[in-house]
């Protein structure tokens, strides 16, 4: 089973920013999955369109990625951050958490937090 971490549900970004992603993999046969289960890949989505950002990487369990300004589209964009895991046995688990753009304050200024 897989499950993501990082960014915690809520997170907010802004153009610029460094995301960290982190997720755990266990299976009920093999426990803790090992970092080389897993595999990783960032979709940025703008209303109907979907555009592949970080294509699939495997082999790591925890990483980071700059959001770039084609992210930033308003309400009708977000990243969509995809894990999926693979058992010794060759089963997989996938999950994904999305995360939407820091909303402009009044001022015109940004800001960014983890909820």
Known sequence: M???RLPEVGARYRAGTLIAFEGRG?????????????TWRVD???GD????FVPPISGMALG???VPA?????????????????DRDGNT?????????QERTPSGRRSFSFR
């Open 70 to 86: 084609e992210a930033e589209t308003g309400a009708s964009g977000w990243l969509r951050i995809h894990l999926k895991v693979r």
């Open 2 to 4: 897989a499950t993501v």
């Open 26 to 38: 266990k299976d009920s046969e093999d426990g803790e999955l090992p970092a080389s289960a897993f």
């Open 64 to 66: 980071t990625f700059t």
């Open 93 to 101: 688990h996938a999950i994904f958490r999305d995360v939407h753009p």
């Open 49 to 52: 369109r979907v555009i592949s």
């Open 44 to 46: 940025i989505h703008q």
